[in-house]
DNA sequence: AGGTTGACCGTCA
DNA sequence: GTGACGGCCAACC
């Protein structure tokens, strides 16, 4: 898998996070490491930092429940503004995280 | 070509 | 709860 279809690989898998739900870095890294062989919690924030398109980037997070660093003000009111769990400020991961289907 | 940086993570103290 | 360290992989000097 060439490097731009993996940045397409997690810009859709980003797409596909429902609204009130987030992915940390580290699990989309996870998630796509399975397929792709290749995965790392930082590759996700360079390609998320740099590919800013039309996708829900708020819904990703980072793993300690708190926005990416730098944009807590902006992505925190869309989280509050869907509907998203949260928890003493913070995301509640545990209720709040979610996962894509797995493959038919 | 080599060093640094980044929307990061898990582990250990 | 906090702070330090190593690992990670591409982009950028």
């Known amino acids: 898998m060439n490097p731009d279809a993996y940045r397409d690989a ?3 898998l980003v797409a596909q996070i429902p609204p009130g739900r987030v992915m940390s870095y580290g699990a989309i ?11 790392s919690p930082r590759l996700i924030g360079g390609i998320m930092a740099r590919c800013n398109r039309d996708v829900p980037w708020h819904r ?11 944009l807590e003000e902006r992505a925190l009111a869309l989280l509050r503004a ?10 509640d991961m ?7 289907p797995p493959p038919a």
């Open 10 to 12: 997690v810009l859709e």
């Open 94 to 100: 545990r209720r709040a995280s979610w996962a894509p």
């Open 82 to 91: 869907e509907g998203t769990p949260m928890l003493r400020g913070r995301v």
């Open 60 to 70: 990703v997070i980072r793993a300690n429940g708190r926005p990416a660093a730098g």
């Open 29 to 39: 890294a996870e998630c796509l490491a399975e397929r792709s062989g290749r995965g």
